[in-house]
């Protein structure tokens, strides 16, 4: 009987027992609850962290789309011709540059009867959109030819110039072995002349090949061949191609000798009435050309130029005014 009521009533340990496993569950269901909301509270952070990162790699992209868009107004406001033939865009011109593309405009080319020797200011871009400024001076050799020094930024180029009618053709090289010559287009003929800068008269030199008003490629074969001074017969082949910018490149052999040179045609001229082209060539093909028309004023003439490329390729080139200072 005794032994009955003791199993029937709790002792004091069994009773703490209850007590802390009741602790123990309450304990761990508010772990549970701390938890729950320490993950809530981690998730918040990772949002708005992730929210933070999107935020800013959306700052970066409008940054970006920004400083692109500035770019692109930048670029738009350096313009170059697309080839060595195409009007100039003058959006970037100072007041000077437009004042005289404006007189160029309501003149008419010259008829030929213009001295050009004296001194010149000069201004004009080159295929990359750079602009420039310089001088240039023009003494006479003798007849239609002439010798030039072009002054850029302290850097100075020597040239000859052959003149015909209101056509000049220039060839400029830092070597010594530098020619011009200067062909009237004709159907199916190239009709030139030609001097070396040690020369004193002109030589000729016929051409016929492919040549019509459209295009100049091909192949030719010297018909007649004549030097400056001693007036020596040569004959031989000249290869003409044109490059994507419109200068043409020009080969020639005769016997065991090959030149080179780059070619410009003048047919483009606004107003023109001849249709030249005109090269400056040598044996170690780095001649570079210049070619100007020169207008009714006697005191402004335009052009464009061309130099060959460095590691070879695709020529540079560029247009150029000119206005006479006396």
Same mark, same amino acid.
């Given at each position: ?27 761990? /269901? $508010?772990?549970? &609850? !701390? +938890? @729950? %909301?320490?993950?809530? #509270?981690? =998730? *918040? /952070? $990772?949002?708005? &962290? !992730? +929210? @933070? %990162?999107?935020?800013? #790699?959306? =700052? *970066? /992209?409008?940054?970006?789309?920004? +400083?692109? %868009? ?5 670029? *738009? /406001? ?249």
């Amino acid at each position: 009987m005794a032994l009955g009521l003791a199993l029937a009533v709790p002792t004091a340990g069994c009773k703490k027992k209850a007590e802390d496993s009741e602790k123990d569950e309450k304990a761990s /269901k $508010k772990k549970s &609850s !701390d +938890d @729950e %909301e320490t993950e809530k #509270d981690s =998730k *918040k /952070k $990772k949002k708005s &962290s !992730d +929210d @933070e %990162e999107d935020d800013k #790699d959306t =700052k *970066k /992209k409008t940054k970006k789309a920004s +400083d692109d %868009e500035d770019d692109s107004k930048t670029a *738009k /406001k350096v313009k170059a011709p697309k080839n060595v033939d195409d009007d100039d865009d003058d959006d970037d011109d100072d007041d000077d540059d437009k004042n005289t593309k404006k007189k160029i405009k309501s003149l008419k080319p010259s008829k030929g009867d213009v001295d050009i020797v004296g001194s010149w200011t000069l201004s004009g871009k080159n295929d990359a959109g750079k602009k420039y400024k310089g001088t240039s001076k023009i003494t006479k050799i003798g007849g239609s030819m002439f010798k030039a020094t072009w002054t850029i930024g302290g850097e100075k180029q020597e040239g000859i110039i052959f003149k015909d009618g209101n056509v000049l053709s220039c060839g400029w090289s830092p070597k010594k072995d530098l020619g011009v010559i200067a062909y009237l287009v004709k159907p199916g003929m190239l009709d030139g002349v030609w001097f070396e800068e040690q020369h004193t008269s002109l030589g000729n030199e016929i051409l016929k090949g492919p040549a019509n008003k459209d295009a100049l490629s091909g192949l030719y074969t010297i018909s007649k061949g004549e030097t400056p001074g001693d007036k020596k017969k040569y004959s031989g082949t000249v290869d003409i191609t044109i490059y994507k910018s419109g200068v043409y490149k020009l080969t020639w052999k005769m016997g065991g000798q090959t030149m080179k040179g780059l070619g410009l045609r003048s047919h483009h001229f606004p107003g023109s009435d001849t249709d030249v082209l005109s090269a400056g060539f040598n044996d170690g093909g780095d001649a570079g050309v210049m070619q100007y028309i020169i207008y009714s004023d006697g005191t402004t003439m335009t052009g464009h130029w061309a130099l060959p490329a460095k590691g070879g390729g695709e020529p540079g080139w560029g247009k150029e005014t000119m206005v006479k200072k006396d």
